[in-house]
């Protein structure tokens, strides 16, 4: 008897949708429930891989391999459930899966449209997850805004799902703004009116509001809400404005958005969650007030774009009791004349991953100033690859090492592309995708850090990789190969055991750090630029 609830939003986009499916789970959870979360978006592309990240932010991988949207990073962060390939749907997946099924003949000759096909297809997608678990809620949440065009095909779907499991085992949360007008000095809630009677013109009547606001909202004005938009006052909840979405589930919590889902839904209630180690997590975040500076080198200024590289810095700082403000330092800027300048009052810095070449030279030149200054750096994917070509422009001589991927002609391709890479054309989904094993070398840095294993498993998203020719090269001159996959011989980790902690991965740790459960990496990483502020001042 799988519940499912499906979150949609109207009004405005960007509202927190994700942060209240994630919240949502972690309460569902504490109360003892499976749970799994899964996002359905609209556009046409198959997955957000091929997205520039200022198109859609940062992409997150799956442990399965799959590019996903970044909320699905909400969802584990906050609920440490791992998501798969069937968390992450698109219009493309639903669109694609259908059309091969006509070409297959599977419509034995059916004149194939939105309705029934695609609305069954996505319905099949929403069921998929609790025929391969037993799971008690699958929480689903719809991309976009409600009146979006290519959103339409996913809003009959859920009403039909709601219609057919019935009230006890389908729901709807409709997430939409309340703005403030400062020149009349009100809160007006026409634009929730009139996006609940959108979605009630599309056959869904809304069982519970959250109404996102900067303000708080009044009994009066919340009444008002419900008596308009047919919902009961005790589901209309209000999302204020927090110091932290990590605060969310406890805000839901107070107002008993799980306790009216469960009423509604006709499950027993039992003790209400206490949470008590997420609440020991917010209190200690509370009290670290000591500011731990940390570079972000990097070419994409927009904070979704290293969006779990950035929640990965805040809990291992939280951890280690400080509160972690992360500068944006463009690449592109860097130059050898103001690379002191743009890294200064930097405790640590992270050269972060991206592709293409823009803006690499300034992060070459930022590994080599750190490198030399013994400043802790953190190199992710490209990030570590820089530092390698920086060790072999500098360290080794090669004046011209480089990666294939920014030069092909290059003679010292310390970067190569991987070897079942070089066949292939298509761009969508065709990297070393998600996780495979790494096999630390005892006794390095990494070793240390990840406390003493030996094999470790951690998720990628790359397609070039250190050139193995130089192995002994980079080794003998001191950055160490501290980490290779087992099965294939390929460098995860490199670092230079000489300097304070200088670590460059070739995987993304910030896609397993969570809220309870900080990565590792960053946890020693933090800790290595508290000593160096230390030392320093």
């Known amino acids: 008897m799988t519940r499912y609830i499906f979150i949609t939003g109207g009004v405005a986009s960007s509202l927190g949708k994700g942060i209240i499916s994630a919240s949502l789970g972690k309460l569902l959870q504490a109360r003892g429930y499976k749970i799994t979360i899964q996002k359905f978006d609209p556009y046409i592309n198959i997955d957000p891989g091929t997205l520039n990240p200022y198109e859609h932010g940062e992409c997150y991988v799956t442990a399965d391999g799959m590019e996903t949207d970044l909320d699905l990073g909400h969802y584990e962060r906050f609920t440490g459930i791992r998501t798969t390939r069937d968390n992450s749907v698109t219009s493309g997946q639903i669109y694609l899966n259908v059309i091969e099924r006509e070409r297959r003949g599977d419509y034995l000759g059916k004149t194939i449209q939105v309705v029934p096909h695609i609305t069954d297809e996505i319905k099949r997608r929403i069921q998929l997850a ?41 729901l709807n949360i409709h997430l939409t703004y309340v703005p403030y007008l400062a020149a009349a000095g009100e809160l007006k809630t026409k634009p929730t009116q009139m996006s609940v009677k959108q979605l009630q013109g599309l056959g869904i009547q809304p069982d519970v509001l959250v109404l996102r606001t900067e303000r708080e909202l009044s009994s009066d004005l919340r009444g008002k ?152 750096t953190f190199g992710i994917c490209l990030g570590m690859q820089m530092m390698v070509i920086e060790f072999a422009r500098n360290v080794l001589g090669y004046e011209d090492a480089d990666s294939s991927e920014m030069n092909p002609e290059t003679p010292h391709n310390v970067i190569d592309m991987m070897e079942e890479q070089k066949k292939v054309t298509m761009k969508g989904g065709t990297m070393r ?68 902690w200088y670590i460059g991965t070739q995987f993304h740790p910030e896609y397993s750090s969570t809220v309870l459960r900080p990565h590792p990496l960053f946890m020693d990483f933090v800790k290595a630029c508290i000593g160096y502020g230390t030392s320093e001042s």
């Open 130 to 170: 609790a025929t391969k678990d037993e799971l008690d809620f699958v929480i689903t949440e719809i991309g976009g805004t409600i009146g979006d065009i290519e959103g339409q095909p996913f809003i009959e779907a859920i009403r039909q799902l709601k219609w057919e499991l019935g009230p006890s085992r389908a």
């Open 225 to 376: 809400v419900a008596h308009f938009c047919n919902v009961d006052v005790d589901a209309v909840i209000q999302s204020q404005d927090l110091p932290s979405i990590y605060e969310v589930p406890l805000n839901m919590l107070r107002q008993g958005l799980d306790a009216v889902i469960l009423k509604k839904m006709g499950l027993r209630l039992g003790e209400t969650p206490g949470l008590g180690p997420w609440r020991d997590f917010l209190k200690r975040r509370e009290e670290a007030t000591e500011i731990l500076n940390i570079g972000l080198v990097g070419k994409y200024d927009l904070q979704d774009a290293y969006k779990s590289i950035l929640e990965s810095l805040a809990h291992a700082g939280t951890y280690n009791d400080r509160k972690v403000k992360a500068t944006f330092i463009n690449s592109e800027g860097i130059t050898s004349e103001n690379v002191g300048e743009q890294l200064k009052g930097m405790e640590g810095v992270v050269i972060c991953p991206g592709f293409g070449n823009r803006g690499i030279e300034g992060k070459i030149l930022a590994a080599e100033y750190t490198r030399t200054h013994d400043i802790p």
């Open 433 to 500: 995708l998600g996780s495979y094993r790494c096999k630390l070398r005892e006794g390095s840095r990494a070793w240390e850090a990840y406390g003493k294993e030996v094999i470790v498993s951690e998720r990628h998203r790359h397609r070039y990789e250190f050139n193995n020719l130089y192995c002994d090269e980079f080794d003998r001159r001191g950055m160490k190969l501290s980490g290779i996959n087992p099965d294939a011989g390929l460098v995860e980790i490199v670092e230079i055991p000489d300097l304070r």
